[in-house]
């Protein structure tokens, strides 16, 4: 055992429990073995090491066990990233790729460096050409990594693909063709989706489903292998962000519709009867809401003014019942639902806003004729409710993996969950360096107007002293309304959401440049790597300001994981305020008491900061609940279209 193995080995022990300390000991004591082979592959020219790896790549299809394998193709691999990218692996990034392999979630924090990490597992897994899927949040991050890493894969003779949201099919064909496939988790369970619509599409024209799934040539439409975008068997895949994809992500199931069409003028005319309704309806006096179940439910009065409210005839003429529940999901998009917060308009259309990513997501749609609501609401074209639909949530599909990892820099409050739903033991892996990011107490504020006085004041403060600042925000609206508030103080700075998506790279690029300011939502809440500019570090590094504490803790950490990394000195401080959204899960009574309260005395931070960690705490605690809701409906979904022989994914 080397000076480096033991001591790491050592370190895995005392830290951490059983059974994550058994997994990484495991790990630890193949370092000196990687090591080995790494400096025999030191002495390999470029073109020896692309035939060493044609060897490994041989042996692994020639039955050889990739467990076997392992220390070799780490070694190899290890060299050629040190030779391409200019990065050597850690010991630990080097023990938490082990750990990908074996199938686990390795949970490493943020900037550590997991980008890097996941490549030996990928290297290694791709070595019988049964293909590898890096899955992780959106389409930035998904192109960073595959640019960032494809040298190394190209050095070892292994090609990469990306899949990008709007690509076409002849584009995600070549993707997947590729060894290795990196794209954002929604698009390759998307795919999934639309491989098998296309498929039903042919089963409806007498071919039995089962039978062109199979085959899907027999019916003469498509040659086979044309109709199927994604291939059969889904081998291995690497979930980044494992959290946000396998958690937050996973409250709601992807959804995809056949061609959407302009709905009929009757239908149209119902949507915009209820929309009419809605916008003369009180709270209280013709609704209630419901804030735990979110529900809107008309009260006698509402049902007696949409009574006489000249209620629809014709071939729509719906029960009475029915357009009681369209003015109430009418209401729901009116109350609930907010322009540049949860959708944009663009070109005539809604475009929905992914709430823990912050990104356009151009080809979803709500359900239940909620999208069709918000569209009456908006005044743009309405569409219809299609027929078909192809459903999965991401816990199913994920399980159709043979082998499944994942990482993030947040896994542990959600530890249980993971090896629930997804058999994934969380394996905590030790930073390389110690982490010495500041984090500042949150300040609270009687409500947003005094806050944001407060987060400019302290902006001008850190720009002084030739610092970075990044500051988050929880939607589109507020990421605009604080940037007027810095115009308005001479504040020169950048914003970054999904108006302004197009710049992203060239946005994070420059974000950590002394006296940079930055305002950005979820968009780079996650993943995104600030490279700190000249003399930053001297003055304190980047520091990262909340403006609003979100759903869940590990959402609030990802964002203060923008700071301090790689060993890195930063701050990170939450700036709060009493009419923040978190503090509607107080219930509304209670969070008007409190801003009114704030009104008639000076508020002391202490004894309010506790209440935003009940708020979230119940949040976490809803969300937890309607995950688990999903999964026994999806559950039973699948089991009643199994019984009538059909696809399990399409109704
Ligand atoms: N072995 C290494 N040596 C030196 N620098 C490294 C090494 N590995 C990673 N880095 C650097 O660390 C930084 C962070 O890397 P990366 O973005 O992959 O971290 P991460 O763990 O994915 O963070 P997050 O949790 O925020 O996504 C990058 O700038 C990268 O170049
Ligand atoms: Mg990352």
Same mark, same amino acid.
């Given at each position: 055992?080397?000076?480096?193995? /033991? ?46 790896? /044609? ?19 780490? +070694? ?37 460096? #997991? ?41 070892? +003779? ?49 071919? &039995?489903?089962?039978?062109?799934? !199979? ?99 014709? &071939? ?32 005539? #259309?809604?475009?929905?806003?992914? $709430?823990?990513?912050?990104?356009? /997501? ?6 239940? *004729? ?24 991401? !816990? ?26 997804? #058999? ?89 440049? &002394? ?24 003055? *304190? ?27 890195? &000195? +930063? ?12 503090? $509607? ?45 999903? /999964? ?20």
């Amino acid at each position: 055992m080397s000076r480096l193995g /033991m001591p790491l080995v050592n370190q895995f022990y005392r830290l951490f429990g059983s059974k994550s300390e058994r997994w990484l000991a495991r790990a630890a004591l193949r370092v000196d073995a990687i090591r080995y082979h790494e400096a025999q592959a030191a002495k390999l020219s470029d073109d020896e090491i692309r035939h060493q790896s /044609m060897r490994l790549r041989g042996r692994a299809r020639g039955g050889e066990t990739l467990d076997r394998l392992l220390p070799e193709a780490f +070694g190899l691999v290890t060299e050629a990233a040190r030779r391409t990218l200019n990065l050597r692996l850690y010991d630990v990034q080097l023990a938490g790729a082990q750990v990908l392999h074996m199938g686990a979630l390795a949970e490493l924090a943020t900037g550590e460096g #997991k980008t890097l990490t996941a490549v030996p597992a990928v290297y290694l897994n791709a070595l019988n050409g049964k293909g590898v899927h890096v899955a992780t949040v959106n389409d930035y991050l998904a192109r960073r990594d595959a640019e960032w890493m494809e040298p190394v894969y190209q050095l070892l +003779g292994l090609s990469v693909g990306v899949l990008q949201m709007q690509m076409q099919d002849q584009q995600r064909i070549k993707a997947y063709r590729s060894d290795i496939t990196y794209g954002m988790a929604s698009e390759f369970g998307f795919d999934f989706l639309r491989d098998r619509l296309r498929i039903k599409g042919q089963a409806s024209q007498g071919v &039995p489903f089962w039978e062109a799934w !199979q085959n899907p040539g027999s019916n003469g439409a498509a040659k086979a292998g044309e109709s199927r975008v994604q291939p059969e068997f889904l081998h291995y895949a690497i979930v980044d962000e494992a959290d946000s994809i396998l958690i937050d992500e996973a409250r709601t199931p992807l959804i995809i519709s056949t061609a959407t069409q302009q709905a009929s003028p009757e239908e149209q005319v119902v949507y915009h009867w209820a929309n009419r309704l809605a916008q003369m309806m009180a709270f209280n006096e013709h609704y209630t809401f419901d804030h735990k179940k979110q529900k809107i439910e008309l009260t006698e009065s509402g049902r007696h003014l949409a009574r006489y409210a000249n209620p629809p005839v014709g &071939p729509h003429s719906h029960a009475m019942d029915k357009l009681f529940e369209h003015v109430e999901r009418s209401i729901f998009a009116h109350v609930r639902y907010h322009r540049d917060v949860h959708y944009m308009i663009e070109n005539n #259309k809604v475009v929905i806003i992914d $709430e823990y990513t912050g990104r356009r /997501m151009p080809d979803r749609h709500w359900r239940d *004729g909620l999208h069709q609501a918000v569209e009456a609401k908006e005044g743009v074209p309405i569409n219809k409710q299609s027929d078909h639909a192809a459903q999965v949530t991401f !816990q199913n599909f994920f399980k159709l993996y043979k082998k499944l990892a994942g990482m993030t820099g947040t896994a542990a409050p959600n530890n249980r969950e993971f090896a629930r739903v997804y #058999k994934l033991p969380v394996v905590v892996v030790p930073t390389n360096r110690p982490v010495i990011r500041e984090h500042l107490p949150d300040r609270v504020f009687p409500n947003e107007e005094v806050k944001f006085t407060a987060v400019v004041a302290k902006v001008k403060e850190l720009i002084d002293q030739g610092r970075a600042v990044l500051i988050g925000t929880r939607s589109v609206e507020k990421s605009e309304a604080l940037s007027a508030k810095l115009t308005a103080a001479g504040i020169v700075h950048q914003v970054l959401n999904a108006r302004q998506h197009e710049l992203e790279a060239k946005v994070v690029a420059k974000a950590g440049e &002394p006296g940079a300011v930055t305002i950005a939502t979820n968009m780079a809440g996650r993943g995104t790597d600030i490279k700190l500019g000249a003399g930053v570090a001297e003055s *304190g590094g980047l520091f990262v300001m909340g403006t609003e504490r979100h759903d869940a803790r590990r959402i609030d950490r990802q964002l203060a994981g923008r700071c301090g990394r790689q060993g890195d &000195p +930063g701050s990170a401080q939450f700036f709060l305020a009493l009419d923040d959204e978190l503090l $509607e899960a107080l219930g509304a009574e209670k969070q008007q008491a409190l801003i009114q309260e704030g009104q008639r005395r000076p508020i002391q931070s202490d004894r309010y900061r506790r209440l935003f960690d009940v708020a979230q705490k119940r949040m976490e605690a809803r969300h937890y609940k309607q995950r688990i809701d999903l /999964m026994a409906y999806d559950r039973h979904r699948q089991e009643v279209l199994k019984d009538l022989g059909a696809d399990p994914y399409v109704d």
